[in-house]
Structures are given as C-alpha cells and as structure tokens.
C-alpha cells in the first residue's frame, strides 16, 4: 500500500498547455506539501496545506494554484506552462508535531517536461 | 545565508569503507529537527534518520547514524560498511521549530555518493 501516492508519474506538455497533478497520501498526516527539484537536484518548498487550510506559499507564481478537498489529498494545477516549470514536483506528508521523529513521508515525483 | 550547507557535491569510497557526509546547519531557534534522506537514481526521495535539537544521544538507524555536534552545528550522517546499493544523492534539511504553520524542511545542495567495488 503507497503511503503518498502521486500521479502521473512523467508528463510532458507544450508551453501554454495546463496541467493538474494529483497527490494523496493514506498515513491520516495532518499536512501535505509540494516541493519543486530543480535540474540541480535542489529541493524548495512550494506549498504547505495544514488540514485543507493553506499554510506555506512560497512566492510561487500564481499560476500554480494547489488545491486540498479533503486531508489526505494535495492536487497542483499549473496554468499556461512555461519551459522553466520543468522540474520533478514532490507531494510529501508530515505526522503531527508529537511524532517529529518520524520523517516527512514523500510521493514517486512527477516529471514534468514542459517543451 | 545558506540554512543547510553540504560542502561535498561528490564522494567515491571503496565499497565496504565508512563514509561520512557533511552536513552544518544555520538556525537561531532553540528546537529544531534534522534530517537525512536517500536518492536513487530512481528519483524516489527515502527518509534515513532523524536528531532532534534535544535529544542527548546521536541517532542511529541500522548502518546510519547521525554525528549530531550542536555547538558547531553539525549533523553528519556516516554510513558504516558501504554497500553499492548506497550510490545515490544524500540530502541533509532541517525543520526549525515546532511552529505550527511552518513545518517546512529546508534542504541543502545533496551529496552524490558513489560507491566503488
């Protein structure tokens, strides 16, 4: 059973096109984040949703607009692509405070390739 | 300034040797959780070991352990008797806090770990 599960996997679009990825995770966490890999491998925080409640907006441009019916999901949509969103975009999740210990859980990845 | 530092881009090491990848840390909060996680060429992100700023002793998980040395803010990770399947990219972060609301981890640069037979 995948812990966070996030889909697709690959997905490659045209420059314009817009795009949704889907994120969900079935540990009962609390919080749920998107973290971008650029093509130097580093990793920075997007988004964070506490309960469906936004927390953590990173200056993202506004065309990524995350969204959290419920939870255990975490969706990113992401308006009129641009070449520089390719990047490999990371759903994870975290426990409560109390269970700090315990590492922040992180989806497959998608890669995205915007051409 | 830089909130995790990992100083090393690449390290090759003889299989079977302990390597020791590192890791120093920036924060004025006074709790504070660090971490380790594993990438394999395969992409997928594995979470390794965890120190909280409090605890007395360094952490260890199997063949991992954390040299946690607070004062010079420190938290490298060493991997005794390295195996081939530990080829991949080590990344150090940390979480400041607990401050509900910004439970982000912040990550440095990564290591890539090579292991030679």
């Known amino acids: 059973?995948?812990?966070v599960s996030q889909t697709p996997k690959y997905l490659v679009t045209q420059m314009g096109n817009d795009k949704s990825i889907k994120c969900e995770q079935n540990l009962g966490h609390d919080t749920m984040y998107w973290y971008k890999q650029d093509s130097k491998k580093f990793l920075k925080i997007m988004f964070s949703y506490n309960n469906k409640e936004l927390i953590i907006n990173e200056t993202v441009p506004n065309r990524f607009s995350p969204k959290s019916p419920d939870k255990a999901h975490l969706n990113l949509h992401i308006n009129s692509l641009e070449l520089g969103d390719s990047a490999v975009y990371f759903c994870a999740s975290s426990p409560p405070l109390r269970d700090r210990g315990d590492?922040?859980?992180f989806g497959s990845g998608t890669r995205l390739t915007v051409v | 300034a830089q909130k995790i530092t990992q100083t090393q881009p690449g390290m090759f090491v003889q299989e079977k040797e302990a390597v020791t990848l590192d890791c120093t840390y920036d924060t004025s909060d006074p709790s504070y959780g660090?971490?380790?996680y594993k990438?394999?060429?395969?992409g997928e992100m594995i979470?390794?070991?965890y120190q909280g700023s409090?605890?007395?002793?360094?952490a260890t998980e199997g063949r991992y352990s954390l040299n946690f040395?607070?004062?010079r803010k420190s938290a490298n990770l060493v991997i005794s008797a390295s195996q081939l399947g530990d080829s991949a990219m080590y990344f150090c972060a940390m979480r400041e806090g607990p401050n509900f609301g910004n439970e982000k981890l912040t990550f440095g640069t990564g290591t890539r770990l090579t292991i030679i037979p």
């Open chain 1, 1 to 3: 059973d995948t812990a």
């Open chain 1, 103 to 105: 590492g922040y859980t």
């Open chain 2, 34 to 36: 660090l971490f380790w």
């Open chain 2, 39 to 42: 990438q394999p060429s395969s």
């Open chain 2, 47 to 49: 979470f390794l070991i």
């Open chain 2, 54 to 58: 409090y605890d007395q002793q360094n």
């Open chain 2, 69 to 71: 040395q607070k004062a």
